[in-house]
Nanobody, 131 residues
Framework: QVQLVESGGGLVQAGGSLRLSCVAS?????????LGWFRQAPGKEREFVAT????????YYADSVKGRFTISRDNAKNTAVLQMNSLEPEDTAAYYC???????????????????????WGQGTQVTVSS
């Protein structure tokens, strides 16, 4: 079993920054996974934010967050970090960490945005951006 635990959410003013962390534990060899972030606002579908291929270090972003968000990995801590800068009220959502087996993506960019390709999910952390 694999557990993903998110932290770092909160309330911030527009233009501010937050740093989300996702710690992976359990029966996981992170080199076989991609770890990503999705978000879901009330009344909306779950939306892809960013993913890092743990083995290659390749990163993928939604167009809406490019240039503002950065995803990275800490191998020693089995942690994926999402640094969010220049936050906007439209970024308000519950943010979820997800892990998917690398072979399910095959390096195809569009596949990383498909939530059905991820096998494990965290409980989520709330991010609220005030205007």
């Amino acid at each position: 079993q694999v557990q993903l635990v998110e932290s770092g959410g909160g309330l911030v003013q527009a233009g501010g920054s937050l740093r989300l962390s996702c710690v992976a534990s359990g029966r996981i060899s992170t080199s076989n996974y991609a770890l990503g972030w999705f978000r879901q606002a009330p009344g909306k579908e779950r939306e892809f934010v960013a993913t890092v291929d743990w083995s290659s270090g390749s990163t993928y972003y939604a167009d809406s967050v490019k240039g503002r968000f950065t995803i990275s990995r800490d191998n020693a801590k089995n942690t994926a970090v999402l640094q969010m800068n220049s936050l906007e009220p439209e970024d308000t959502a519950a943010y979820y960490c997800a892990a998917g087996f690398r072979y399910r993506f095959g390096g195809v960019r569009n596949y990383y945005g498909d939530p059905s390709r991820y096998s494990y999910w965290g409980q989520g952390t709330q991010v609220t951006v005030s205007s």
